[in-house]
């Protein structure tokens, strides 16, 4: 279902932000050795059935052990306990170079899908997608890392925004642990 469900989002990012037609090619985004290491390895917080048994006692000390923000609260109706960590979402904004030729923005467009891949694989984003207008903010990932400072070197590392096609505007933001989009 992840799958289907990152497809259908790297379809709308690869409408969104492109000029007129398909990206022929991938190439390898290459990130510098200070900022983070994107190398293949486990995500940060595995979704294995496992994981999903702890309790919210046992996750909140390993979000914590690992640097994630998080806080608890009991619901008054159910009396269950929600674990609330803090993500970030990065609005990718139109940058200010805007007028690279076709070829060089489908070649940018295959770089930043690859790149945008490449942080769900690694657990670094849990969602990315398009908007649907033609606005100003393009689209959005949300980054499921501990820093602000860690999130804002995986979203300046995006080709598109190395190329100034896209900018950044990066906000901490606060959601239930485990909750799906419904």
Same mark, same amino acid.
């Given at each position: ?5 990152? *497809?259908?989002?790297? !379809? ?15 190439? $390898? *985004? ?9 190398? !293949?390895? $486990?995500?940060? !917080? ?7 048994? #702890?309790?919210?006692?046992? &996750?909140?000390? $390993? &979000?914590?052990?690992?640097?994630? #923000? ?5 619901? $008054?109706?159910?009396?269950? *306990? ?6 970030? !979402? ?6 200010p170079i805007r007028n690279q030729n ?16 490449? +942080? ?31 999130a804002d070197s995986l979203a300046n ?12 505007? +990066? ?11 419904r």
């Amino acid at each position: 279902m992840k799958k289907v469900f990152l *497809t259908i989002l790297l !379809i709308g990012v690869l409408t969104s932000c492109k000029n007129d037609k398909e990206p022929t090619t991938v190439k $390898e *985004t290459e990130v510098k050795k200070d900022t983070v290491d994107l190398s !293949i390895k $486990e995500p940060n !917080i595995e979704h294995s059935p496992e994981k999903r048994s #702890k309790s919210v006692a046992e &996750l909140k000390a $390993e &979000l914590i052990s690992k640097g994630y #923000k998080v806080f608890d609260y009991v619901d $008054e109706k159910t009396k269950d *306990t929600t674990l609330m960590q803090q993500y970030f !979402i990065a609005f990718l904004k139109n940058g200010p170079i805007r007028n690279q030729n076709e070829e060089e923005a489908n070649q940018l467009q295959s770089e930043h899908l690859a790149h945008l891949g490449k +942080m769900y694989e690694l657990g670094y984003a849990d969602i990315s997608g398009p908007f649907g207008d033609d606005g100003e903010i393009r689209g959005i990932t949300i980054y499921n890392v501990p820093t602000l400072k860690m999130a804002d070197s995986l979203a300046n590392a995006d080709p598109m925004v190395k190329a100034g096609r896209l900018v950044i505007e +990066m906000h901490p933001w606060w959601a239930a642990k485990g909750f799906p989009l419904r």
